[in-house]
């Protein structure tokens, strides 16, 4: 993560973290989300630790195995990085 900009790095871990608390909100483990969005775990735990950068495909199918629209995703995590920190 040593080349993202300190802005950047912000929102990719506000991103994880909306991710993962979408996740635990649904009653998801690790292995069935990364099941239902098409994605290895291993990566999908990457991304909610804000280590890995999804792409938009990435994205779309997250939102889709979360079974939250993609853009409840996104402001649930602009407003984690606007806060600063992660939901209790």
Do not use: V, Y
Request: hydrophobic fraction near 40%; charge should be negative.
């Amino acid at each position: 993560m040593s080349d993202l900009s300190g802005e950047d790095a912000r929102g990719l871990a506000a991103l994880g973290a909306a991710i993962r608390t979408l996740r635990i909100q649904a009653g998801l483990g690790e292995d069935e989300m990364a099941e239902r969005a098409h994605l290895p775990q291993a990566f999908l735990a990457a991304i909610e630790a804000g280590q890995k950068e999804p792409t938009w495909g990435d994205l779309r199918r997250i939102a889709r195995g979360l079974g939250t629209p993609l853009e409840s995703l996104l402001e649930l995590a602009e407003s984690l990085e606007g806060a600063g920190s992660e939901p209790s």
